[in-house]
């Protein structure tokens, strides 16, 4: 499956409710181009910390599910998050990797999960489900067995490298936290 | 609790009527950790993330055994800043805490996290390497942590026996008012 088609998947399953922290590169571009809503934080820079953010989040609301959406490459650079995650095992989290074991925003250059498994790592860590999909069908089932039941949840999604050209998030970055909050304020 | 008692204690000799100052005792106007933690959640601050360091052992202590706050242990500082970034947004008031090297490590996410998206946070960084006097691991970041918040554009208070409090408030105003990072350097024996 392609990186779009994953995060359209997601996006069409969404909750009104539902809270987004979508990393930084294209994943954001495309979660902004697919489906823009307040509940939705883009990052722009910060490489690697949406799982970080996703879980302060996700304890400061613990009655709202988070989803983050993040890549390979960025989780490969803040591992230790998946530590503590699981260690604190925050019920209302799901952590999703589109893994096109690449660092597909900056030119394709390989990482490291083509070898690592990313979901073992997180199943290590202590999070309670992990799974790894890799085709459309079995990411919307995932996503919406994941929903209904307490997390930590892992689910790696196996996608291909490339993307159509696509804009950058057309929010400036104040707005973007600006109107998240009073979404959350507002609900 | 302290700097306001400065003149009214200290160990003194009593002959008859009159009063002798003896010496003055650092150690009987010292801020406490607990009073310093009460001082910040005086302020609303009740999320606490960080990477620990020894000056700031008896402020963690006292954090972790506290109920009425959240404190989450981090792997990197760059992490905690993530994690009081979520919890600013989902309505709480966050101090990251770290030594003054984690500011090495997590000047990036500080740059393109919350002084981007204009999230207030205290920093709470002890400060190693103060004045060269420590061990060499430290003395280069020691000199340089000022110039490195500086150069990002990160107001910094460093913390004094004697005025704590003032110090404290001062911080947290320039952070409400300009809704970014501001930190607080801790130099060893400024908090017992």
Redesign the interface.
Known sequence: MKRYEAIKAIADLLKEDELV?SANGMISREMCAIRDRSHN?Y????M??????????????PNKKVIVIDGDGNVLM?L??L??IGK?CQKNLIHVVLDNESHDSTGGQPTASNMAKLEEIAKASGFRTTKRVCSIEMLKEAMRELVASDGPSFLLAKVKRGGEPIPRVSHE??V??DR??KA??DD | MCAKNVFRIGRDINFGDSVIFKKFDWSLIWMKADEFCLLLKGYGFNFFAGVPCTILREIIGNLMSDRDVIYITATREEEAIGIATGAYLGGNKSVVLMQNSGIGNSIGALASLPLLYKVPMLLLISWRGYRGKDAPEHLIMGEAILRLLRSVGIPFQILSRERVEEEVSSAVRDMEKRQIPVALLLRRGVIK
């Open positions: 922290i934080f990052m722009l820079g910060s690697g910390l949406a799982s970080s953010i996703g879980l302060g989040l996700a304890i400061s609301v803040n230790g998050s530590t503590t604190l970055p104040e973007v936290k998240f909050k959350l304020f």
